[in-house]
T-cell receptor, first 107, second 115 residues
Framework: GIQVEQSPPDLILQEGANSTLRCNFS?????LQWFHQNPWGQLINLFY???GTKQNGRLSATTVATERYSLLYISSSQTTDSGVYFC?????????FGEGTQLTVNP | NAGVTQTPKFRVLKTGQSMTLLCAQD?????MYWYRQDPGMGLRLIHY???????AKGEVPDGYNVSRLKKQNFLLGLESAAPSQTSVYFC??????????????FGDGTRLSIL
């Protein structure tokens, strides 16, 4: 089946550091989304980015659909950035999630 | 705007009991979805709906039924709960477009334990 792989699985940062999270997918996507799940379990849609680059404050994302990967950049990380970051891609009628990157930002 | 609201937030059931999870959205979205999230994993699609009166199976539909009698509501039913259905359930909605090709808005989840 379709595979979505995220790396790294875990990441620990000091506040102020920058980071890059990666999402590889095994087939062409119609839709690629990034989500943040905060420590309380809430899922927040960060980016809808089937291709190209988008920026929202300290976060930006780039998807290179032809090479089947997407990157999420977090700059000047804050403790509130902690949580799990998921990417998800859709093929036809199915949205498939990766297993996530657990990010911990220490003060 | 409340967005996507799920009720209840927590529930404990005994094996074999039935229950219904309710999802309500006030964004006039056509599409609605039910997912489950198991520990250490991403979300898996159970069922979805592209409009009032329509439903379709997702990746893990067995043991669940759904109904979309009103545009704003999407119900997920467990007829005979099993311990394997212990999970966190998320509802989501999105605007029309090719199925699953629009940003999705999520509820806060329902934590369900089956003993």
């Amino acid at each position: 089946g379709i595979q979505v792989e995220q790396s790294p699985p875990d990441l620990i940062l000091q506040e102020g550091a920058n980071s890059t999270l990666r999402c590889n997918f095994s087939d062409s996507v119609n839709n690629l989304q990034w989500f943040h799940q905060n420590p309380w379990g809430q899922l927040i849609n960060l980016f809808y980015i089937p291709s190209g680059t988008k920026q929202n404050g300290r976060l930006s994302a780039t998807t290179v659909a032809t090479e089947r990967y997407s990157l999420l950049y977090i700059s000047s990380s804050q403790t509130t950035d902690s949580g799990v970051y998921f990417c998800a891609g859709s093929w036809g009628s199915r949205l498939t999630f990766g297993e996530g990157t657990q990010l911990t930002v220490n003060p | 705007n409340a967005g996507v609201t799920q009720t209840p937030k927590f529930r404990v059931l005994k094996t074999g009991q039935s229950m219904t999870l309710l999802c309500a959205q006030d964004m006039n979205h056509e599409y609605m979805y039910w997912y489950r999230q198991d520990p250490g994993m991403g979300l898996r699609l159970i069922h979805y709906s592209v409009g009032e009166g329509t439903t379709a199976k997702g990746e893990v539909p067995d043991g669940y039924n759904v109904s979309r009698l009103k545009k704003q509501n999407f119900l997920l039913g467990l007829e005979s709960a099993a311990p394997s259905q212990t999970s966190v359930y998320f509802c989501a909605s999105s605007i029309p477009g090719q199925v699953l090709n629009q940003p999705q808005h999520f509820g806060d989840g329902t934590r369900l334990s089956i003993l």
